[in-house]
């Protein structure tokens, strides 16, 4: 509660005030009336109504918080801020989808990371596993709207297709790359051998002329 008491030579009443979405709300409620101070149940009136009134900023207040949360948690796409839809490159060079997440713990205080496999549990459950890693590190309860808001955002299986179809492609580019450089590394290196063997020979001719003469 954000009800103060004050009374000072200016004002003597109970003070409301609240932080919300970054503007200060503040409001007074004199306990004198005709220059004399109140008791009694006028005084309890008065107090009632600065507690109300507080229980009204707060209410407003916790609703600016999780609109601020909530904002917080998605891009200007709607994407979730944390959660990486990506290509992963295992040990043995094969390429996976996963989802990374990466995020600032609420509840243990540090960022945790962690990677949930698309291939092993499918679309929608590795979804849900990402999620729940995701709410339970920032404190978000299950039967909140936000979460029901997170697991809306999973992406598309159009969006899974097209992701590995643009990772088969990069890496058909980068293999085809990597065979033109070793090409033209090979063919440099022939060219350096034909061209020490045209120079040995023209070498061994001039040696020869020079021994006749």
């Known amino acids: 509660m954000s009800v103060e008491l004050l ?3 200016r004002f003597h009443g109970f003070r409301v005030r609240r932080q919300i979405g970054g503007k200060t ?3 007074y409620f004199s306990l004198k009336k ?3 101070r109140l008791r009694g149940e006028a005084r309890a009136k008065v107090k009632l109504a600065a507690e109300a009134r507080d229980e009204a900023l707060s209410r ?3 609703k600016a918080r999780d609109e601020a949360a909530r904002t917080a948690l998605f891009d200007k796409g709607g994407k979730v801020r944390g959660i990486l839809f990506r290509m992963k490159t295992e040990k043995s060079g094969t390429r996976t989808p996963v989802f990374q997440i990466g995020i600032m713990s609420s509840k243990a205080g540090k960022i945790v990371n962690t990677t949930v496999s698309i291939n092993l549990h499918g679309l929608a ?3 849900n596993k990402a999620v729940d890693f995701y709410v339970e590190h920032k404190k978000i309860s299950k039967r909140s709207p936000v979460y029901k808001k997170l697991l809306k955002a999973q992406p598309s299986k159009g969006q899974l297709d097209t992701m590995k179809r643009k990772s088969g492609a990069a890496k058909k580019s980068v293999a085809k790359k990597a065979s033109a450089k070793k090409a033209t590394k090979k063919k440099s290196v022939a060219m350096k051998r034909k061209a020490n063997t045209s120079g040995k020979m023209k070498a061994r001719k ?7 003469r």
């Open 7 to 9: 009374d000072t030579t």
């Open 25 to 27: 709300y503040q409001e």
């Open 34 to 36: 005709d220059g004399k």
């Open 60 to 62: 407003q207040q916790s």
């Open 125 to 127: 459950g590795a979804w």
């Open 206 to 212: 001039t040696k020869a002329r020079a021994k006749r």
